[in-house]
């Protein structure tokens, strides 16, 4: 109980009827009568010695009625006890039309009547009380002949002081009341043959007594020594009944409960917590703020809950979670008065249970379908920040939304066939046959970059996000430093080469390269020289450039020259040569963690490649055509080939252990994780257990061909054709509303965050990254050309007929056939109605404009597969 609030006793109206000629009643109502306040504790501010303190009584305690002798009422009332609780509001009296007005208030009010002033009343009725008047009604002049003479009035004697050592009187008065003698008589007065005189406004009884004793006795038992304190209580509970038990165990059991996990040290916390499944962490997390902030923030916890329950994979997939979570919550901060958000690792186990139960128990996901890109064939999809983002060889770039399948941009402004993107929040990468290398604003659907220089179609792009790596140093020790210092763009051409060009941020200068907007001018003519983005030109292989991957300063690349070179993207140098495909290759696939690099070649075999050395590791064979598609997850590599199967493998050991074999024509498209793989072939869409290569259900069927499939978290989308027309099905597996705390992991586990500290010293640390290229520029691409420009134009080696040699029948499918994917190696580009075949272009000198020949946009199947040689004082050049 506060010390600012004493406990009172309210005394009921007393009702006082006097019947002459009409009948009168008179309501009198008593201001609160307070009670002397408890002696406080001798340490109150220490919750520890006095824990029900500040216990919260229920409301039977804290209010409750008193019937004292005579019938008298009244309300005991908790000092605690609100003014706004005594007196409830009135109800306003209305109908149809009609609203009764209140009283007025001043001239309905009634004064409350104070104690002392109530006794004097009661003194006074008593002394002019006789036989003839009516019980509680004052004598009226004129009426009654036997009114004994008037006495003066006695003034009311003062009280003294309450003695707390002792009991004080029955009911003091701050007023001054006259004694308790005078107040409480018991009998009228001697020889007084009147009847009884009104009854006084309360009778004390010793429930009066004990709450007037109540500081005395209080201030005695805080006297007492501890054995005797708890045997005096002890006595009142034995002589208490069960109600009165029960009441105090509602009181003590909440109070007297301690918080383990609050008191315990964090290490013991953690011990004990991992006792539990994650059902029961999941209900103990509701039972109080604390519990939910103490089992949400244990790392421990949930890295070992995700070690026991198998979902941890290792090859730094977690710590890549780790990090781009935390890099999440800096950047979204935290609400005033929220939780504290949780550990990573909780999100993930979350993450990877959902994704490991829902994909297999919820047998009826949401599904969405639409039409996409009228009848053209999807070339890319993924699916980036909520967004699907579809690329097609009808050479637009569309933007829809997976809930409602609306068409939120379209992208237009390449020339050719759009044949490779890439994401990274707000901004998009796309290569074209057009020759061009483009920069979009998602937000906006503007092309802000124009970049050119590549001579035949890009083939194949990606995005390198500052990473942390090992990097070996020349003393043969290994540090750990992030690389690139900013975002970087790597993009391979069909001309044989590589460049890497910086990825503008945001706000940086816009850039359109020669001939951007002008379609009687070729890009790949445009001098890089001129274009502040550009980094490096690599030049090595000696044919098309058809897969690279990125990460960190390493590059991976796979031609059709049959080889795989491994390259510094920082410096530019060739650092390994991997040879031993005998066929063209296909598809590249790296790990930076594993320090390894995996190919798939036309030959039928996937090699495993050591990055330290540059030696074969493992040569995977069985497969019994072209291996287009590659996939590595922490656990698995997966190969997709033209024989109809996928073949899952140990990328450490080179175990083969399982083949997924149900489809009937070439693997068109495939993603896996490490719970499914999700493959697309001729007209069907299959969902495979990765762990025992069970098939598990078909997504799609009776249709004509799949293009391309993605996944991430809940969300699946895949692009196919169904008569005559490309669509898009986009599958929810989510179904409660706590699976929107689903993240999905991305492929590669290369993550969309960054943290707001890279860009601190960022420009700093670009302009070291120059002074490397500055000092490491080969010197071959220094090299003036000769004078003399030519184009020689080759057949275009990514046709279906190269690789299904062993066919049967031999024929090639159209370009509208249920075998042929353009997401796979093995297919024709695009259907076209102009020939294949050479053709000379010819130029003038060197001081000349720019050629007076019309080109038209390029397609797949007319590039030139040779770099075109310029002159170096070209008078078009970009100025």
Wanted: proline share 8%.
């Amino acid at each position: 109980m506060s010390s600012h609030h004493r406990p009172y006793i309210q005394l009921a109206p007393s009702v006082n009827t006097t019947t002459i000629v009409t009948t009168t009643t008179t309501t009198t109502t008593y201001a609160p009568i307070p009670l002397p306040p408890l002696p406080a504790p001798s340490s109150p501010k220490d919750p520890k010695a006095y824990p029900l303190l500040r216990a919260h009584l229920p409301r039977s305690l804290r209010q409750f009625p008193l019937v004292f002798p005579g019938g008298s009422r009244a309300t005991f009332r908790d000092g605690e006890v609100g003014e706004e609780e005594m007196h409830e509001e009135e109800e306003v009296v209305c109908g149809a039309g009609w609203t009764m007005l209140k009283r007025d208030e001043e001239g309905q009010a009634q004064k409350d009547v104070g104690l002392a002033e109530a006794i004097e009343r009661y003194g006074r009725k008593r002394s002019y009380s006789n036989e003839n008047m009516m019980e509680g009604i004052e004598a009226i002049p004129g009426l009654v002949t036997n009114t004994p003479p008037r006495k003066r009035a006695k003034p009311a004697p003062i009280m003294p002081p309450i003695n707390t050592a002792a009991p004080p009187s029955p009911l003091p008065s701050p007023h001054g009341s006259p004694s308790p003698e005078s107040i409480w008589p018991s009998a009228p007065p001697s020889g007084h043959s009147s009847p009884q005189p009104p009854q006084a406004p309360i009778q004390p009884d010793v429930s009066m007594t004990a709450l007037m004793s109540l500081p005395a006795l209080l201030a005695h038992y805080s006297n007492l020594p501890p054995q005797l304190q708890s045997h005096v209580l002890l006595t009142f509970l034995r002589h208490s009944p069960l109600s009165v038990l029960r009441t105090l165990h509602s009181i003590l059991t909440p109070t007297l409960a301690r918080d383990f996990l609050t008191l315990l040290p964090p290490e013991l916390v953690s011990h004990v917590l991992s006792f539990l499944s994650f059902s029961d962490l999941a209900r103990a997390s509701r039972v109080s703020k604390a519990w939910r902030a103490i089992i949400d923030s244990d790392a421990v916890l949930w890295r070992d809950l995700l070690k026991a329950t198998k979902i941890w994979f290792g090859h730094g997939s977690e710590i890549a979670f780790k990090d781009a979570m935390f890099a999440r919550q800096r950047r979204e901060g935290l609400c005033e008065g929220a939780l504290p958000p949780p550990h990573p690792y909780k999100i993930l186990f979350k993450s990877r249970h959902l994704t490991r139960t829902r994909w297999v128990q919820n047998q009826n996901p949401k599904r969405l379908t639409f039409p996409a890109h009228g009848r053209s064939v999807v070339t890319c999809l993924i699916f980036s920040h909520g967004r699907i983002i579809s690329a097609s060889d009808d050479h637009s770039i569309h933007v829809y939304s997976p809930v409602t399948g609306e068409l939120l941009r379209s992208l237009d402004g390449h020339e050719g066939g759009v044949w490779a993107l890439a994401a990274t929040k707000n901004t998009l990468v796309s290569g074209s046959t057009d020759r061009t290398v483009r920069i979009w604003d998602l937000s906006t659907g503007r092309c802000t970059h124009v970049f050119g220089g590549h001579t035949s179609t890009v083939r194949c792009l990606a995005i390198v996000k500052p990473e942390w790596v090992d990097v070996e140093n020349d003393d043969g020790t290994i540090s750990r430093e992030k690389w690139p210092k900013r975002p970087l763009i790597v993009t391979g051409s069909r001309d044989h080469t590589l460049r890497v060009w910086t990825l503008p941020k945001p706000g940086d200068d816009e850039y359109r390269c020669y001939g951007a907007d002008d379609t009687e001018v070729d890009p790949s003519e445009e001098d890089v020289e001129d274009n502040p983005y550009h980094k490096l030109h690599l030049e090595g292989h000696e044919h098309a450039v058809r897969a690279l991957a990125a990460r960190g300063r390493t590059l991976v690349s796979g031609s059709y020259d049959c080889t795989v070179r491994i390259w510094d993207i920082i410096t530019g140098n060739c650092k390994w040569t991997l040879q031993g495909h005998t066929q063209k290759v296909y598809s590249v696939v790296l790990d930076i963690n594993r320090n390894l690099a995996c190919s798939g070649s036309m030959d039928g075999t996937v090699r495993v490649w050591n990055l330290h050395n540059g030696h074969c590791q493992h040569m995977l064979a069985g497969h019994t055509s072209l291996v287009g598609l590659l996939g590595l997850s922490p656990s698995y590599l997966v190969s997709a080939a033209a024989d109809s199967t996928l073949r899952v493998w140990d990328p450490d050991t080179g175990e083969h252990h399982h083949t997924l074999a149900a489809h009937n024509g070439a693997i068109t498209c495939f993603q896996h994780d490490e719970f499914k793989v999700l493959s697309g072939s001729d007209g069907t869409l299959k969902m495979w257990d990765i762990r025992d290569g069970t098939q598990v259900r078909d997504l799609l069927t009776g249709i004509v061909g799949v293009w391309q499939v993605v996944f991430e978290g809940r969300w699946c989308v895949a692009a196919s054709n169904r008569m005559d027309s490309t669509v898009l099905d986009v599958w929810d597996f989510g179904t409660e509303e706590g699976d929107d705390e689903w993240v999905g992991e991305p492929p590669g586990g290369v993550y969309d965050e960054d943290s707001d500290e890279e860009d601190e010293d960022e420009q700093a640390e670009v302009d070291a990254m120059d002074q490397d290229l500055d000092g490491a520029m080969p010197s071959d691409m220094e090299d003036t050309v000769d004078d003399q420009e030519f184009e020689h134009i080759e057949g275009d080696d990514d046709r279906l007929a190269d690789w299904r040699e062993s066919d049967e029948d031999g024929t090639v499918p159209s370009a509208q056939g249920s075998v042929m994917s353009v997401s796979s190696p093995y297919q024709n580009d695009r259907n076209r109605s102009r020939s294949l075949g050479a053709r000379l272009v010819s130029r003038g000198p060197a001081s000349a404009g720019p050629s007076s020949i019309v080109r038209l946009p390029p397609g797949n199947d007319e590039t030139p597969t040779r770099p075109r040689i310029r002159h170096v004082n070209m008078s078009h050049r970009r100025r």
